[in-house]
């Protein structure tokens, strides 16, 4: 058999900061250029959206959420169970 290696236990605490720090970035990165593309002139605020048109986009996006999160169950049930937590 080959040489197993022992994996590194990181703290929850540092999985949350580590998490928290990158949807920082990503999300400011992610929202700057949602401005530019569709509010790059300010008259379009996010505040100023009427509400049934918030709740229809994030129906939108939850439709996306679940297709990605379908495509990466596919991909779990394709590959060997040893795999799932590499």
């Not at 048109?53 to 679940?66: P, R, S, T």
Request: a positive charge; hydrophobic letters at 35%; one cysteine or more.
């Amino acid at each position: 058999m080959g040489k197993q290696t022992k994996k590194t236990i990181m703290p929850d605490e540092v999985i949350m900061e580590q998490a928290l720090q990158r949807f920082e970035g990503e999300a400011r990165e992610k929202f700057m250029a949602g401005i530019q593309k569709h509010n790059p002139d300010g008259s379009r605020n996010l505040t100023h959206m009427p509400l049934e048109q918030k709740i229809k986009n994030c129906k939108k996006e939850i439709i996306d959420l679940w297709f990605y999160l379908n495509t990466m169950e596919d991909k779990l049930h394709t590959m060997p169970r040893s795999k799932w937590l590499k």
